[in-house]
């Protein structure tokens, strides 16, 4: 069990509480200058300000021609996104480059553990305190300034146990990210199987011995012999019906399909328009494509009425397909594929896909008790798979929590590891790969409005 001070003094800050008394405690302003240096993305490389800390541009992060509209970084700076749906994405940065003008860039006035100002003010009490500070700029999105955060109080004990704390901090993170990255790679194994299965199902069957023929699409390959291939124009048109302002908002996600935006606990990262007028209805059994996401399978057949955003194509079907047969299909990989090849770039992310185009993707059509026993193969092996990835997901939200905690309470000084002696071990830093959140201004994978 972890010990506690001996002694502890008022620390003159609320979210501090208090402090061992031996801590000194100062305001950011005294501790940081601001730097506002403007450069170019070609004289110092790109870097991305994500939940993992300042690292490298990340792939997800939206690339522009920022000329030197971009703020100088040095080794050693402390970095902060300053907008709240961003909240965490912060850190001391190892490397020299350059940010996107929405963050704070904080140089250090004294020397000090640079490392403990890393756990420090990427911990969650520091977090809370840093957006308590700042102001509303539009509909859910905060932002901070430097001239707003300056008074913070940030807790600074002697250089010889910031160096202690940053050992102990470096070994129990390193431990936890060992166990977290682990269970990632096993929730990404499970999903690559899981969509690998439901291709497989939808395009080629259930029966590995039925005869097959080539599809005419290079996408789909071969598929059984008896089944058909139909242009999708042949079984879906379009359909747009406003002025439903009375029904449920729903949207499309990539991982779940089409459901109401109720269902989805996490905040909207694009505010809602006030006027919910132009939005679309859906009805169950419609196909909803996100037009800019499609590409990347942010696609699927509605189970609820309701409306979605104006910018997404809504397709009505008729029965040809099994709706949850159809929901399968529509967002298996050989059908996203085909949405990929035939969108439009205008960007590293958003592809534009239209009707005209669409219309000509090919569907694998098997016959109707065919896709009624493919679906009932696939709801109980998907089901139990997607069961198998909750728990990893808990278990994994578990030990983040875990490693939250044990950072706050150490770098406010609620924990004493003066004492505790380091074995030898090999640092595990967390899997960049598993954090999406960048520093540039990516777009909303789920939801995109007018």
């Known amino acids: 069990m972890m010990q506690r001070y001996e002694e502890y003094s008022d620390a003159q800050a609320a979210w501090l509480e208090s402090l061992p008394s031996h801590w000194d405690c100062k305001k950011i302003g005294s501790l940081f200058t601001e730097r506002k240096t403007k450069v170019s993305d070609k004289d110092y490389p790109p870097l991305s300000v994500a939940r993992i800390g300042v690292v490298p541009q990340l792939d997800t992060a939206v690339k522009t021609d920022a000329g030197d509209n971009r703020k100088l970084v040095c080794s050693g700076d402390f970095v902060i996104n300053s907008r709240s749906d961003r909240k965490g994405s912060c850190g ?159 949207s499309v996600y990539l991982d779940e399909g089409v459901i109401p935006f109720s269902q989805k606990e996490e905040k909207r990262t694009n505010a809602t328009s006030k006027d919910l007028s132009k939005y679309q209805r859906v009805d169950p059994g419609d196909f909803v494509l996100n037009n800019q996401q499609a590409w990347r399978g942010s696609v699927g057949v509605a189970f609820d009425t309701g409306i979605v955003s104006p910018a997404y194509i809504v397709l009505s079907m008729d029965e040809t397909l099994d709706r949850e047969y159809a929901n399968f299909l529509l967002r298996s990989r050989g059908m996203v594929d085909q949405y990929l090849i035939i969108s439009r770039g205008v960007g590293s992310i958003q592809r534009n896909i239209y009707w005209s185009s669409l219309k000509r993707v090919i569907v694998p059509i098997p016959p109707k008790d065919e896709q009624q026993q493919i679906v009932a193969y696939l709801k109980q092996t998907v089901r139990i798979m997607r069961d198998t990835i909750s728990c990893l997901i808990e278990e994994t939200e578990a030990l983040e929590e875990y490693k939250k905690r044990l950072v706050a309470d150490v770098v406010t000084g609620k924990i004493d590891v003066r004492d505790v002696e380091i074995p030898e071990y090999e640092f595990v830093d967390e899997d960049a790969g598993a954090d999406s959140d960048s520093d540039d201004d990516s777009d909303d994978t789920e939801e995109q409005e007018e």
């Open 92 to 250: 001391v940065s190892e490397l020299d480059g350059s940010v996107s003008l929405i963050n704070i860039v904080l140089t250090p006035r004294q020397q000090w553990n640079g490392r403990y100002v890393h756990y420090l003010m990427r911990s969650h009490p520091f977090s809370e305190e840093y957006y308590r500070n700042g102001r509303g700029i539009v509909a859910d999105l905060w932002t901070t300034r430097f001239s707003e955060m300056k008074s913070i109080l940030l807790p600074i004990p002697p250089r010889e146990e910031q160096d202690q704390i940053v050992r102990f901090l470096d070994w129990k993170v390193s431990r936890v990210n060992q166990l977290i990255n682990t269970k990632r790679k096993e929730i990404k194994a499970i999903d690559a199987m899981q969509k690998s299965l439901i291709s497989d199902a939808v395009i080629r069957g259930l029966n590995p011995d039925t005869e097959k023929k080539y599809s005419g699409c290079k996408f789909l390959g071969e598929i059984p012999a008896h089944w058909e291939t139909i242009p999708l124009v042949s079984i879906a048109k379009e359909k747009s019906i406003s002025d439903c302002t009375e029904l449920q908002l729903m």
